[in-house]
């Protein structure tokens, strides 16, 4: 589904990422992970659309999609989450999850004045889609409160919740277990693989939480100062040679 | 702790006697020819000292006195209140927006003239607020040449009439959407801009509005500005004494009553009202409908605002374009109450009264933007009598306001919603 072929992204002098590759398929959980500073939030920016990679291409369905606004990335289906939690914190927990929806919703301006049918029934229908997943997540009852206020925990599963009502083909979690504590991975580690089989969502997972990483992952993929180091299932991964002596079991 | 203060307090009183010492003390009396400094009665030294002496007092023992305050049980019942339940309030508050309405309707029939053109200027303040508001309060771009837009309406309804004799019913559509376009072309260049830097570039573009207005004498006349502006008519019928246009009939005659020049205050009155209120109906739909909810989004976090498909183009496009739409509105009105219009009412000073208005309210609150337009316009009329120190007052009421409620006059409150049960 979604094939990332020689990606190199450079900063002035620095290469960050360097011949990255990687690939997705439908109905998979994908994780990269690799040492701190070895690009991985790099790779996800470019897949994304925050960053123009300076080399190689993103592949989606065979078309070409580097390069994009990131906003037309996110129309095509491929949602991101951030390392550092990124909500509307003044808005309330429903209205983050409305906004989501923009593309769901009649946004014509006079018919949202004179409130048609039309409008209201696809409010109606968004509001329902965000009080299901308010529920699947465990937020309902906070569904009025500012989202600023919510316990870390609760946020990143709100991050969550707000792609997922917008119906991606593709997430992208950047570190979603990063400051949770250890009941609160559990859960992730439910969720994420419910979304997998239930919601027939791709992952794509930047993590740092090994036994995370290792339980989800269908396919894992290893960099290492901005190079592919490995590729392979958790249990190869494992037991490669080069990965353990970089990043595993460098102690 | 008290000898801490103690300092502190004393410097205190020496910046009040600094500043009350020659503002209060000292006076310029023309003699003759000449102008002399005079020294005020003894009564107001008297006064700057006992003031000094208060401040000193107050600084000294501020903590109990604040303790004390804050001990006054009345005030604490009163913030502890359990609110009401979401129904009631809110069935409450449309009975009182009913009412309210009804009296401002009602209320200029009973006053005098001066209070109805008064009650005008601050309905037109409210426009420009509530406009100004969806820029600042809600898409959180700071924006501080608002007064452009005001002034295209303006002079679009005044050159209309002047050149092409336009009346005030055909100009009022123009000039909004004049003004709207005027804002969605500044918006253009300014979409990538944020904080300080967009601040900075549309202070510029009001100032070049200003400016052209200004220099441009063959078609605007220039500083001597355009006179003879039409006021608006109901249904053909003019309001003053004598018919001007042709085809035209006058109100007094057709209805048969005694002319008054009241009534043309009022008429323009409540023409202000039904725009001021078509302009806070519009905008509360718009906030909750998905444009309203994507400003905010792009307020507060635009990249995560763009990961989830908003354009930044259109969000940002959409805000400017309605701002100035209702700016454009207001200056319409604004030049037909006014009969003549030049570049002096739109300095940059209007821009930062209108700002102050948005901000003292409680950015993104339409009630509190309501209130403080109205402090705001009327506060340096009632303080008339103190003439000269009217801006000195109204100063100090800003930095008392900003101290005591850093988050406006009335805080936006978020809409609850209700969401099924179950799901």
């Given at each position: 589904?979604?094939?990332?072929?020689?990606?190199?992204?450079?900063?002035?002098?620095?290469?960050?990422?360097?011949?990255?590759?990687?690939?997705?398929?439908?109905?998979?959980?994908?994780?990269?992970?690799?040492?701190?500073?070895?690009?991985?939030?790099?790779?996800?920016?470019?897949?994304?659309?925050?960053?123009?990679?300076?080399?190689?291409?993103?592949?989606?369905?065979?078309?070409?999609?580097?390069?994009?606004?990131?906003?037309?990335?996110?129309?095509?289906?491929?949602?991101?989450?951030?390392?550092?939690?990124?909500?509307?914190?003044?808005?309330?927990?429903?209205?983050?999850?409305?906004?989501?929806?923009?593309?769901?919703?009649?946004?014509?301006?006079?018919?949202?004045?004179?409130?048609?049918?039309?409008?209201?029934?696809?409010?109606?229908?968004?509001?329902?889609?965000?009080?299901?997943?308010?529920?699947?997540?465990?937020?309902?009852?906070?569904?009025?409160?500012?989202?600023?206020?919510?316990?870390?925990?609760?946020?990143?599963?709100?991050?969550?919740?707000?792609?997922?009502?917008?119906?991606?083909?593709?997430?992208?979690l950047d570190e979603p277990a990063a400051g949770l504590n250890p009941a609160e991975t559990r859960e992730l580690n439910q969720l994420i693989i419910s979304l997998k089989e239930d919601y027939n969502v791709s992952v794509v997972l930047i993590e740092h939480d090994m036994s995370l990483v290792m339980d989800i992952s269908d396919r894992i993929n290893v960099i290492s100062q901005g190079r592919p180091l490995a590729t392979g299932t958790p249990e190869e991964v494992r037991n490669n040679d080069e990965v353990i002596k970089a990043y595993l079991g460098e102690a | 702790m008290v000898a801490q203060n103690f300092r502190h307090a004393l410097f205190c009183a020496l910046i009040t006697l600094i500043i009350a010492w020659p503002i209060m003390g000292l006076k310029l009396t023309a003699v003759g020819t000449e102008i002399t400094v005079v020294g005020a009665s003894a009564f107001t030294w008297i006064a700057v000292a006992l003031a000094a002496v208060i401040v000193f007092l107050f600084q000294l023992f501020r903590d109990k006195v604040m303790v004390g305050l804050g001990a006054v049980t009345i005030l604490d019942r009163l913030a502890d209140r359990e609110p009401l339940p979401d129904e009631k309030r809110l069935r409450l508050e449309n009975i009182g927006l009913v009412l309210l309405i009804a009296v401002a309707l009602i209320w200029p029939f009973f006053v005098s003239r001066g209070a109805v053109d008064l009650a005008t200027l601050v309905l037109i303040y409210i426009m420009l607020a509530l406009g100004l508001n969806v820029v600042v309060g809600l898409a959180g771009l700071l924006d501080l040449g608002y007064v452009a837009f005001y002034a295209v309406g303006a002079y679009t309804f005044a050159l209309l009439s002047n050149y092409w004799g336009a009346s005030f019913w055909m100009a009022l559509p123009i000039g909004a959407l004049l003004a709207a376009l005027f804002g969605l072309v500044l918006g253009f260049p300014v979409l990538r801009l944020r904080g300080d830097y967009l601040a900075i570039v549309t202070l510029g573009f009001g100032e070049i509005i200003r400016i052209l207005l200004n220099n441009w004498t063959s078609v605007t006349g220039g500083p001597n500005g355009i006179g003879g502006i039409p006021d608006p008519t109901l249904f053909g019928m003019e309001f003053g004494r004598r018919v001007k246009e042709e085809g035209n009939t006058s109100f007094h005659e057709t209805f048969g009553i005694?002319?008054?020049?009241?009534?043309?205050?009022?008429?323009?009155?409540?023409?202000?009202?039904?725009?001021?209120?078509?302009?806070?109906?519009?905008?509360?739909?718009?906030?909750?409908?998905?444009?309203?909810?994507?400003?905010?989004?792009?307020?507060?976090?635009?990249?995560?605002?763009?990961?989830?498909?908003?354009?930044?183009?259109?969000?940002?496009?959409?805000?400017?374009?309605?701002?100035a739409f209702f700016a454009g509105f207001a200056g319409t009105v604004f030049a037909s109450k006014q009969g003549f219009i030049s570049p002096e009412s739109f300095v940059f000073l209007e821009s930062a009264i209108i700002l102050a208005i948005v901000v003292l309210g409680g950015m993104g609150s339409q009630l509190g933007v309501i209130l403080a337009a109205i402090a705001v316009t009327i506060l340096p009329e009632l303080a008339r009598e103190f003439s000269e120190y009217r801006m000195l007052i109204f100063g100090a009421a800003m930095v008392l306001m900003m101290v005591w409620r850093p988050q406006g006059l009335l805080p936006m409150r978020r809409r609850h919603i209700k969401l099924k049960a179950g799901g």
């Open positions: 589904m979604l094939e990332v072929q020689n990606l190199s992204m450079r900063f002035g002098g620095l290469l960050a990422v360097d011949q990255v590759s990687l690939d997705v398929r439908e109905h998979e959980i994908v994780s990269i992970i690799g040492p701190n500073g070895a690009g991985k939030t790099t790779v996800f920016n470019c897949m994304s659309g925050f960053y123009r990679p300076t080399g190689g291409k993103i592949l989606l369905d065979g078309k070409e999609i580097q390069g994009k606004p990131d906003y037309r990335i996110s129309r095509l289906g491929l949602v991101r989450t951030f390392q550092h939690v990124r909500l509307f914190n003044r808005m309330t927990v429903v209205e983050n999850l409305m906004v989501a929806q923009h593309r769901h919703l009649n946004t014509n301006l006079l018919s949202g004045l004179v409130a048609t049918p039309n409008y209201r029934a696809r409010e109606q229908k968004a509001l329902d889609r965000a009080s299901y997943w308010l529920e699947r997540v465990g937020l309902q009852e906070l569904a009025n409160r500012d989202a600023g206020n919510l316990a870390y925990g609760q946020q990143r599963r709100l991050e969550i919740a707000r792609c997922m009502v917008t119906e991606p083909r593709l997430l992208m | 005694a002319y008054s020049s009241e009534h043309k205050v009022i008429f323009l009155y409540l023409i202000a009202l039904v725009l001021a209120i078509f302009t806070a109906f519009v905008i509360r739909r718009l906030m909750r409908m998905p444009v309203g909810r994507s400003w905010e989004a792009l307020r507060e976090d635009e990249i995560a605002a763009r990961s989830l498909g908003l354009s930044r183009t259109g969000v940002k496009l959409s805000a400017f374009t309605i701002g």
